[in-house]
């Protein structure tokens, strides 16, 4: 019998430099020996190097803990009152074309109100967005260059206010409603499985901070959430620890480096009842003041909905 | 090497290398799990890199040949380094193949790790964002937290237990 029996306090305890010598050896004879062990190693091991990973870390940043007590948006209407709710408010715009991809899979666009920047031009309404198709959030502004309008992120901010906050990274935010679209695709009783994929296209210009910023990165992250739309901003940004899903996806570009687009994805669960989008740019490292940005800007952000058939095999990208 | 030349040839070593690093850093992490002393490594990888970068083919996947020299740094920095306990030579061979066969995992951890942190205990999540974002030592937390140092790694190992439980769950859902 091994005097090691407990291999996953022993993987954990050698992942933080924890482990004696003897312990070392003694789980890496198991490593080499039992499949189950180098298995479980590599998992937690993969977790550790994720966790320090710079850009998975950016959704620490903005991830409070889950709250022991009664959750933010426990008054959230069931989903079937919620559908009810959505389908009167008919804010949801769904697009008409459709594009098939293969045999196995649909792709529609849901409508982002004004995705591509050309219905507004200036400064970005400041704060947390309280009803769906408008964007708001951290200090940005729309501008125009050579006939194309497009976002230009201005300095990081706390979009709740809350003095002292962290203010590492300037967000913002539309709310989707997703209502109409479970409705209409049944998604609760449907066979397939449904993802939402958000893109957006940023592009990086020398700004007068580049030498303080060497970190900086963009991302556009999608959040979903059973709830009312004015409550996500009210209970910002502990509500995050109540998301049914979210996906993240970061970019990191040089100053003048070709714009790149980027796409998160998240599984689209029956109960979600709104989507919470956002571009932002962040710059990864602490404040709690702003930080002057200037040489980041995002266009053209588009949200799809996937229809795939719940295969047997799971197709992984 | 005209100016130019070389300017575009570091703009595009620079760019392929920032590309690569984290899930370079993942992988060093598996031999390596400090944190530290994987950056080190990575560095030491980018010094041999950039000074072989010439004889990259562009052709094929950097990562691929990029990984192959952050294996012989892994190897040199454990050789000349013993100030933590080491896997040895064997477990990390086995490792490094298992991990070419089993990349749904990381696909998982990417999709899922941001969902499963949400469901961390305040506490535990408060440590983990201590720990791995801030760059704070266990014992600084336990500073802070007013816990003993091996309360503080004991919390953060079970919230890293918990979050391999929850990706797993995840993966167990998306294939139901």
Same mark, same amino acid.
């Given at each position: 019998?091994?005097?090691?029996?407990?291999?996953?306090?022993?993987?954990?305890?050698?992942?933080?430099?924890?482990?004696?010598?003897?312990?070392?050896?003694?789980?890496?004879?198991?490593?080499? %020996?039992?499949?189950?062990?180098?298995?479980?190693? *590599?998992? $937690? #091991?993969? !977790?550790? &190097?994720a966790l320090g990973d710079e850009v998975i870390s950016f959704d620490l940043e903005s991830t409070p803990p889950r709250s022991s007590g %009664?959750?933010?948006?426990?008054?959230?209407?069931? *989903?079937? $009152? #919620?559908? !009810?709710? &959505?389908?009167?408010?008919?804010?949801?715009?769904?697009?008409?074309?459709?594009?098939?991809?293969?045999?196995?899979?649909?792709?529609?666009?849901?409508?982002?109100?004004?995705?591509?920047?050309?219905?507004?031009?200036?400064?970005?309404?400041?704060?947390?967005?309280?009803?769906?198709?408008?964007?708001?959030?951290?200090?940005?502004?729309?501008?125009?260059?050579?006939?194309?309008?497009?976002?230009?992120?201005?300095?990081?901010?706390?979009?709740?206010?809350?003095?002292?906050?962290?203010?590492?990274?300037?967000?913002?935010?539309?709310?989707?409603?997703?209502?109409?679209?479970?409705?209409?695709?049944?998604?609760?009783?449907?066979?397939?499985?449904?993802?939402?994929?958000?893109?957006?296209?940023?592009?990086?210009?020398?700004?007068?901070?580049?030498?303080?910023?060497?970190?900086?990165?963009?991302?556009?992250?999608?959040?979903?959430?059973?709830?009312?739309?004015?409550?996500?901003?009210?209970?910002?940004?502990?509500?995050?620890?109540?998301?049914?899903?979210?996906?993240?996806?970061?970019?990191?570009?040089?100053?003048?480096?070709?714009?790149?687009?980027?796409?998160?994805?998240?599984?689209?669960?029956?109960?979600?009842?709104?989507?919470?989008?956002?571009?932002?740019?962040?710059?990864?490292?602490?404040?709690?003041?702003?930080?002057?940005?200037?040489?980041?800007?995002?266009?053209?952000?588009?949200?799809?909905?996937?229809?795939?058939?719940?295969?047997?095999?799971?197709?992984?990208? | 090497?005209?100016?130019?030349?070389?300017?575009?040839n570091h703009e595009h070593f620079t760019r392929l290398l920032l590309e690569s690093e984290p899930a370079m850093l993942r992988s060093i992490?598996?031999?390596?799990?400090?944190?530290?002393?994987?950056?080190?490594?990575?560095?030491?990888?980018?010094?041999?890199?950039?000074?072989?970068?010439?004889?990259?083919?562009?052709?094929?996947?950097?990562?691929?040949?990029?990984?192959?020299?952050?294996?012989?740094?892994?190897?040199?920095?454990?050789?000349?380094?013993?100030?933590?306990?080491?896997?040895?030579?064997?477990?990390?061979?086995?490792?490094?193949?298992?991990?070419?066969?089993?990349?749904?995992?990381?696909?998982?951890?990417?999709?899922?790790?941001?969902?499963?942190?949400?469901?961390?205990?305040?506490?535990?999540?408060?440590?983990?964002?201590?720990?791995?974002?801030?760059?704070?030592?266990?014992?600084?937390?336990?500073?802070?937290?007013g816990r003993t140092v091996e309360a503080i790694y004991k919390t953060i190992q079970r919230s890293r237990g918990e979050l391999q439980t929850?990706?797993?769950?995840?993966?167990?859902?998306?294939?139901?």
């Amino acid at each position: 019998m091994s005097d090691f029996p407990d291999w996953q306090t022993l993987i954990q305890k050698h992942l933080d430099g924890q482990s004696t010598d003897e312990e070392a050896g003694a789980l890496s004879k198991e490593i080499e %020996t039992n499949a189950k062990v180098r298995s479980d190693y *590599l998992k $937690a #091991a993969r !977790i550790h &190097g994720a966790l320090g990973d710079e850009v998975i870390s950016f959704d620490l940043e903005s991830t409070p803990p889950r709250s022991s007590g %009664t959750p933010s948006i426990s008054w959230a209407k069931p *989903l079937a $009152a #919620a559908v !009810i709710a &959505g389908a009167f408010v008919g804010l949801l715009g769904v697009g008409v074309v459709w594009a098939i991809n293969s045999p196995k899979s649909e792709e529609r666009m849901v409508s982002v109100s004004n995705g591509n920047f050309e219905d507004s031009l200036g400064p970005v309404p400041l704060g947390f967005p309280s009803g769906f198709g408008n964007w708001s959030g951290d200090p940005a502004e729309v501008i125009e260059e050579d006939g194309n309008r497009i976002l230009r992120f201005l300095e990081t901010a706390n979009v709740t206010g809350k003095p002292n906050g962290g203010a590492s990274a300037s967000n913002v935010f539309q709310l989707i409603d997703l209502s109409n679209l479970q409705q209409e695709w049944d998604t609760e009783n449907s066979d397939s499985q449904f993802t939402l994929e958000l893109s957006a296209r940023f592009r990086r210009e020398s700004a007068p901070t580049d030498a303080e910023l060497p970190k900086i990165a963009g991302s556009c992250t999608i959040h979903l959430y059973q709830a009312e739309p004015d409550a996500i901003g009210k209970a910002w940004p502990q509500v995050i620890s109540e998301a049914v899903a979210i996906g993240n996806k970061v970019v990191r570009l040089m100053p003048g480096e070709e714009g790149r687009r980027v796409t998160a994805s998240c599984i689209l669960e029956p109960e979600a009842t709104l989507a919470l989008i956002s571009v932002n740019v962040n710059a990864r490292k602490p404040s709690t003041t702003p930080i002057k940005l200037g040489g980041y800007f995002v266009d053209d952000v588009q949200l799809t909905v996937i229809r795939q058939p719940n295969l047997p095999v799971r197709v992984v990208k | 090497m005209p100016v130019a030349d070389s300017e575009d040839n570091h703009e595009h070593f620079t760019r392929l290398l920032l590309e690569s690093e984290p899930a370079m850093l993942r992988s060093i992490q598996v031999a390596v799990p400090h944190r530290a002393d994987a950056r080190e490594i990575m560095q030491e990888t980018a010094v041999a890199l950039w000074r072989q970068f010439d004889t990259f083919d562009s052709s094929r996947p950097f990562i691929n040949w990029a990984m192959g020299f952050a294996r012989i740094e892994t190897r040199r920095f454990l050789a000349r380094e013993s100030r933590r306990a080491q896997l040895s030579e064997k477990a990390i061979e086995a490792l490094e193949l298992e991990m070419e066969h089993s990349t749904e995992f990381d696909y998982a951890i990417e999709s899922h790790l941001a969902t499963c942190l949400g469901k961390l205990s305040e506490k535990s999540s408060r440590l983990i964002k201590g720990y791995y974002h801030e760059g704070r030592s266990p014992e600084a937390l336990s500073k802070r937290e007013g816990r003993t140092v091996e309360a503080i790694y004991k919390t953060i190992q079970r919230s890293r237990g918990e979050l391999q439980t929850c990706i797993e769950r995840q993966i167990r859902k998306a294939q139901a």
